[in-house]
């Protein structure tokens, strides 16, 4: 496996066989992978939920690859893009890249190439982001503590680290429960887990750095 379970990807692609055969290969590399058949379900989980490099089809029903791109990057989505496309001129390609793709790769293409733009995108995206922003304070990424507006470190564990990592990614985004426990818990823990945990944040690191959204779930607050 040259990928990593750490890594998550999502593949937004309206030709379901193309679809099925592109997740299949990145699950095997050892990546977590989702899928979206239109760029509207794309749209919804790139902002909703937290990626390492989304994989995104040029032309797209319902939403297109140019305009989901530029959306993404219009909210501050993180996540690196490579654009697949059939579309092979130079001004295509140019058009990809200014909106915001980080790579692009022409169609048909050979799925080890395609498994080697990505590791490249994933260490890429892992050099450039070493802390997220929590309000005034931060989130440290390279020793895993919450970093207090007056310069306090304060350790987590890895569960309260990751929990507090995956609202920070998406800060104006609101997480259902069932999402979180799904990305930061096993799916076999109690459904109560993901408030046991906010629970934790809040008293190492006060009320206010986790917010409830009522009948829907939870996102970032402020230290």
């Given amino acids: 496996m040259h990928g990593t379970g750490a890594h998550r990807l999502l593949v937004v692609e309206d030709d379901p066989e193309l679809s099925e055969l592109l997740a299949e290969t990145l699950v095997d590399e050892g990546y977590q992978v989702d899928r979206a058949p239109d760029g509207h379900r794309g749209l919804h989980l790139g902002l909703t939920r937290a990626y390492d490099v989304m994989v995104i089809d040029r032309v797209l029903p319902a939403l297109d690859g140019l305009d989901l791109v530029t959306r993404l990057r219009s909210r501050a989505v993180p996540a690196r893009t490579l654009m697949l496309t059939a579309l092979a001129g130079v001004d295509d390609r140019i058009a990809g890249l200014d909106a915001g793709a980080d790579d692009y790769l022409t169609k048909p293409f050979d799925l080890d190439e395609l498994s080697a733009r990505i590791r490249a995108l994933c260490r890429r995206s892992a050099d450039s982001t070493e802390a997220l922003r929590v309000g005034k304070g931060l989130l440290d990424l390279s020793v895993r503590d919450a970093v207090l507006p007056d310069g306090t470190h304060v350790a987590l564990s890895a569960r309260e680290f990751e929990l507090l990592?995956?609202?920070?990614?998406?800060?104006?985004?609101?997480?259902?429960?069932?999402?979180?426990?799904?990305?930061?818990?096993?799916?076999?823990?109690?459904?109560?887990?993901?408030?046991?945990?906010v629970y934790y944040l809040r008293r190492k690191l006060g009320r206010t750095v986790v917010r409830t959204v009522h009948g829907l779930g939870y996102r970032l607050g402020t230290l």
């Fill in 165 to 197: 990592r995956a609202l920070a990614a998406r800060p104006n985004a609101v997480h259902p429960r069932a999402d979180l426990r799904r990305r930061v818990f096993d799916e076999a823990a109690a459904p109560s887990i993901v408030d046991t945990y």
